[in-house]
């Protein structure tokens, strides 16, 4: 398959301007259509304990956070509550993603969201030489360090998923 132009996404811009090296990758979709995420690291040949899924939740302070545990993983919401001060924690509505984050179900991405939430990458990031992540659209995956990105969001890296 000829590459006349490689896309660039949103997320992408972000990293270059930020001079944050990164790796772009894709992988096959249906248009609009979103794929679990241990299916995407399969179909890019990676181990799905370094691929992260993007997932967005609301505390009981009606404050927004953004989680980033590895695809094939589960937010625990007790954990992640307690990692970032709150009482209890929700997932937002699929509908409320878009117009909060500016991403769809499946382009979630920590990189340029319209607005700066207080993010958490579970633990095992810390580790790792790369993690990949959404590049903000279905098909569209970024790996970079993870020190690079947590730097890049303002991260903690905590214990936030299911045992």
Do not use: W
Not at 22 to 34: Q, S
Not at 71 to 80: F, G, P, S
Not at 97 to 115: A, F, Q, R
Request: hydrophobic letters at 45%; one cysteine or more.
């Amino acid at each position: 398959m000829a590459k006349n132009k490689e896309e660039k996404t949103n997320v992408m811009r972000v990293l270059e301007q930020k001079k944050i090296a990164y790796t772009a990758h894709t992988y096959p979709h249906e248009e609009g259509v979103a794929v679990d995420g241990v299916t995407v690291a399969k179909s890019m040949g990676f181990d799905p304990a370094i691929v992260f899924k993007t997932l967005v939740a609301r505390g009981a302070s009606k404050q927004y956070y953004v989680f980033d545990v590895p695809v094939a993983e589960n937010l625990d919401l007790k954990k992640a509550a307690k990692a970032v001060g709150e009482k209890s924690i929700e997932m937002i509505h699929q509908k409320e993603l878009l117009p909060l984050t500016g991403y769809v179900h499946g382009g979630c991405s920590p990189v340029g969201m319209k607005k700066l939430f207080p993010t958490v990458f579970h633990e095992t990031a810390e580790n790792l030489e790369t993690m990949i992540v959404s590049a903000g659209k279905i098909g569209y995956q970024v790996e970079l360090a993870p020190h690079d990105l947590a730097a890049l969001v303002r991260a903690k890296f905590a214990d936030i998923i299911v045992e």
